[in-house]
């Protein structure tokens, strides 16, 4: 008789994905950077490799506008009004929170107070579409390939190890900003 794989559950995988696609943001806003700038420029708010913004942009298109998967029009305008939002809010947070921004897009064609500005928006709803149709479904194809391979409990043990050094680093960065 077989024995029945044990699987992370919905919660655990969000958790997963939410550190990947911290990881992926962290990696896309990198490279931008150094393309634009010409040299390596430290990206987010955490010390670590992660910028949340974009963990939390991935799960909400996955839980709430992956029922837009090829109705490219409406996603690409739900995805860049309800990301120009989130950035808008998260930059109004940190400023309000740290007195420090963490972009500035004062000098954008058609910028709302340098935190929005009409590229990203288009960018975002761009990457949206590209992120519903095939990145993620690439992405979690090969992530149930490769969790497939690895026991149960080094799965959930690795899950707690990054939610605890995210915790760590988000307190660390916070005291960092605030002295």
């Known amino acids: 008789m077989e024995k029945k794989k044990i699987r ?27 393309f634009k700038l010409g040299y390596y420029s430290k990206r987010g ?26 109705q490219d029009f ?7 009004v309800i990301f120009s939002a989130f950035e808008y809010v998260v930059s109004y947070c940190l400023e309000a929170l740290f007195a420090m921004h ?20 288009l960018a975002w709803g761009i990457i949206s579409i590209l992120f519903i149709n095939h990145i993620f479904p690439f992405l979690k194809k090969k992530i149930n390939l490769v969790l497939s391979k690895i026991p149960y409990m080094l799965q959930v043990s690795v899950l707690y190890l990054l939610c605890g ?9 916070c005291i960092r900003y605030t002295i």
């Open 102 to 121: 963490w972009w500035d897009y004062t000098g954008e064609f058609m910028n709302l107070n340098g935190r929005i500005g009409l590229f990203y928006f």
């Open 45 to 70: 708010f955490l010390f670590g490799p992660l910028c949340p913004i974009y963990g939390f942009g991935g799960l909400m298109l996955i839980m709430f506008l992956h029922k837009y998967k090829k």
């Open 74 to 80: 409406k996603l690409f305008i739900y995805a860049g």
């Open 8 to 34: 992370l559950n919905k919660i655990q995988f969000l958790i997963l994905y939410f550190f990947l696609f911290s990881f992926l943001g962290w990696l896309l806003e990198t490279v931008f950077c150094f």
């Open 165 to 173: 050094t995210c915790f760590i680093d988000t307190v660390l960065s």
